[in-house]
Nanobody, 127 residues
Framework: QVQLVESGGGSVQTGDSLRLSCLVS????????LAWFRQAPGKEREFVAG????????RYTDSVQGRCTIFRNNAKNTGYLQMNSLKTEDTAVYYC????????????????????WGQGTLVTVSS
């Protein structure tokens, strides 16, 4: 069973940057598409960004387009989300997930049937 551990969250000011990491263990991540999701207080979990197993496919939600970059290092079994120009609206618990099906991991509305989810890392952005 694949396991995911997120890290890199914290408390920052608007305009700051953070890099979130997702360490994949128990299985090589080369088999999986990877995506980041977030859940703000009182809100439903939403898709943020996804990257295919090969890196050929990348997708971002409109609210982070141009501010965030998703990338992966399969040799290190780690996926990343670089977030720049952070806004208060970005405050949320951020989760990573992996899935062998690209269409399912980028689906709108989101799907909770992915192979594995991490425990989440909290990002708090204040003005």
């Amino acid at each position: 069973q694949v396991q995911l551990v997120e890290s890199g969250g914290g408390s920052v000011q608007t305009g700051d940057s953070l890099r979130l990491s997702c360490l994949v263990s128990g299985h090589s991540m080369i088999y999986y598409n990877l995506a980041w999701f977030r859940q703000a207080p009182g809100k439903e979990r939403e898709f943020v960004a996804g990257i295919s197993w090969s890196g050929d496919g990348v997708r971002y939600t409109d609210s982070v387009q141009g501010r965030c970059t998703i990338f992966r290092n399969n040799a290190k079994n780690t996926g990343y989300l670089q977030m720049n120009s952070l806004k208060t609206e970005d405050t949320a618990v951020y989760y990573c997930a992996v899935d062998m099906n690209w269409g399912r991991i980028i689906a709108d509305p989101i799907d909770n049937t992915h192979e594995a989810w991490g425990q989440g890392t909290l990002v708090t952005v204040s003005s």
